[in-house]
Structure formats: C-alpha cells, structure tokens
C-alpha cells in the first residue's frame, strides 16, 4: 500500500540553497570552482599513490579509498546541486531522489568506516611499530576494506528502505539542495516516531560506533606517544596523525550536528548549512589536508612532476 501511494509523487522539487535570484549564479560558480578541486585533488591522490610504489603501504591503502569515497561521495550530490542554480525548477524524479539518498547515504557510512580503519592503522604504526608489516597485512587491509564498504550498504539499505516505506501524499517541495534523510521525513504524510527511531539507531551505528573506535584508538596512541623519551620522537609521532586528527573533526563535527539533534532544536536551514560542511567541503579539503601535511605525498609529487616534465 505505502508503495502505491508513494507512486502519487513522482517527482520532488528541491528548494535549494537559496530562493535569491541574485545569489544564483555567483553560488553557482563558487560550487563549481569547489567540485572541479575536489575532482582534481581526489583523483590527483589516486592517480599519485598508484604511480608511486613507495606509497604502496596499508596508510596509503586506506587513503586512496578515501579519495575514491570522497570523489564518489561529491559527484553524488554537486552536479545535480549545480543544475539547481541553473535551472527554473529543480526537479528530481522519485526514482532519482531515492537513488541519490542511497549513494549518499552509502558512501557518507563507508567515509565514517575508512576513517576509523585510518585511525587503527596509526594505532599499529605508532603503538606496535615492530608488529607492523605483520598486523597491517594485505589480507588484514582487505578484510578491513570490505568492513568498510559493507558497512556502506547497511547504511544505505537501511535509511533508504526506511523512506521507501513512507508515503508521500500531495506536498514534493523537499526543503533542501539534495534528497536527505530529515527532509524527506519531514514531508511524508505517515513518518512516525519509529522513522525517526530508525533514523536515530542508523546514525549512531554510522557515526557513534567510528567515533568510539577512533577515540579509543587515539587514546592508546596518546599513551604511548607520552611515553616516548625524545622530543623529536613525539613530534614525529602527532605529526603522522595530524592529518587524520582535522579530517575526522570537520567530518564528525559537521555529521553529528545535522543528525544527533533532534530537528526542532536545529532548523532545516541551519541544516543546510552544517550539511554543506561535511557534503561539499570535507571532500575538497581531505586531499589538500593529507597532501599539504605529508612529507611522502610531497615528495611522490615532486617526483612524478619531475618525470612528467623530463619525458
């Protein structure tokens, strides 16, 4: 039945950033400049970590998945964004909404997941440097991966069948630049105190269970960082988690503020907002984090400039 009636909305209209005419085009062109960075720099880290078997190390591993994620994760939601500054009417069809709310919501769990599996890496490197090569194994690292991603399909399976469930009535007017999650609730004629329930228990496995791995994973590497005798030592130590430490911050801080608060604490508007954080600009910025605070992504760089401009 609730598929039936879904069917009575064949298409949603997305409000958008702004209902600014002004504002269109200037935000336009800023969203572009940010998509054709984050396009560049993501495929940049892959095409870079590939060419160079120096970085061909679990660290490096989980890096090009996380640049492959994030591509992924962009090219999901800023192209159609884009049209709708374009375009009179942004339209999205049911079909449509319901496959970008299941990409997102598959790569936004498998960014938590590869995150968490990054902070574990750094555990083993600085906590148990001797047992390295062996713990971090190539089977380990693939076993991780698929932890990984297969975290990504419970994620997407999960929210999307949740509204798959609901019905949309006659009002398609989603208050936001993409299909997510709130939003689509907030429309339906029939979500009930169990949607937002789903909806809550999903989001804590995504966000909750990364975050306590990786706090748990930093509070080994702190320990054992303090005990290192050195100062030299210690620097080396936080500068190889540097990287990851403001990667995290941006993704979780952003994430946990759109979807651990209950919507009438924080507006849909406001939403938007934090949403732009973890959905446009923690994919432009992890590449430039990773390769501006990393003396090995520097140094493959240069040499691959090198050969390039030598051939």
Do not use: W
């Amino acid at each position: 039945m609730a598929a039936d009636n879904a069917s009575s909305v064949t298409e949603f209209i997305l409000t958008g950033l702004t209902d600014e005419p002004e504002l269109q085009m200037p935000l336009f062109f800023l969203f572009l400049g940010f998509y054709v960075v984050t396009v560049v720099g993501n495929l940049g880290l892959i095409i870079l970590i590939g060419l160079n078997s120096h970085l061909h190390i679990p660290m490096y591993f989980f890096l090009l998945n996380l640049s492959f994620i994030d591509f992924s994760y962009s090219t999901t939601l800023t192209p159609k964004m884009l049209m709708g500054f374009v375009s009179k009417r942004n339209i999205i069809s049911y079909a449509g909404c319901m496959t970008q709310l299941f990409f997102f919501c598959f790569f936004v769990f498998s960014e938590s997941y590869i995150l968490s599996a990054m902070a574990y890496d750094r555990y083993v490197a600085i906590c148990k440097p001797l047992l390295y090569m062996v713990t971090m194994s190539p089977q380990v690292c693939l076993l991780l991966l698929l932890a990984v991603y297969g975290m990504g399909v419970f994620g997407a399976v999960a929210h999307t069948g949740n509204i798959l469930f609901l019905t949309f009535c006659a009002d398609n007017l989603v208050n936001h630049y993409m299909c997510d999650i709130i939003p689509l609730l907030e429309l339906s004629c029939n979500s009930s105190y169990i949607n937002l329930l789903v909806v809550f228990i999903v989001v804590t496995i995504g966000i909750g269970v990364p975050i306590a791995a990786i706090f748990i994973s930093y509070g080994f590497i702190i320990s054992s960082i303090f005990h290192i005798s050195s100062t030299e030592g210690r620097s080396k130590a936080f500068s190889t988690c540097s990287s990851h430490i403001i990667a995290v911050s941006l993704f979780f801080g952003s994430g946990a503020f759109m979807y651990l608060k209950p919507p009438s604490i924080l507006p849909l508007d406001q939403g938007k907002m934090s949403s732009l954080i973890y959905t446009i600009l923690v994919p432009m910025f992890n590449p430039l984090i990773y390769s501006l605070r990393n003396k090995d992504v520097k140094f493959a760089l240069r040499k691959t400039l090198g050969r390039i401009t030598f051939s």
